[in-house]
């Protein structure tokens, strides 16, 4: 059994960039909801975000917002009975999701950033 408080003897330093991973699952992004709700929150409490933070916020619900409405379009054009039959569409493709930048990151990356081996987090199932 790992013991968790465990920490690497060794230190490494790491950058954000660096461990960053080019590919991450969909449901990593954040949402438009979810932007607007970023946004607003710090503007209640009279906090400034970093111009480039709100542009990436900004740029992503542009993004995210031309593809509902495309999504809709697309929706209506069909027959009554073709959508009863549809199943729910998957709202972004991989290649859609890379015009994203806003996202959670993902244990993998929080892992190599503090320095820990790769899949320290997982839990072994097996003991």
């Not at 480039?52 to 542009?62: E, F, N, R, T, V």
Request: aromatic share 4%; with cysteine; hydrophobic share 30%.
């Amino acid at each position: 059994m790992q013991n968790t408080l465990e920490h690497p003897s060794a230190e490494e330093e790491s950058t954000l960039s660096e461990v960053l991973e080019i590919c991450a699952p969909l449901e990593s992004f954040l949402n438009q909801e979810q932007l607007e709700s970023l946004i607003n929150r710090a503007k209640e409490r009279g906090q400034m975000l970093p111009e480039p933070l709100i542009q990436a916020y900004q740029k992503q619900i542009s993004i995210l917002s031309n593809m509902q409405v495309l999504e809709e379009k697309q929706q209506q054009d069909l027959k009554p009975r073709d959508t009863e039959t549809m199943e729910k569409p998957i709202p972004l493709t991989q290649e859609e999701a890379q015009m994203l930048y806003v996202r959670r990151m993902l244990p993998s990356e929080y892992e190599r950033l503090q320095g820990f081996p790769e899949n320290w987090t997982l839990i072994d199932s097996e003991q």
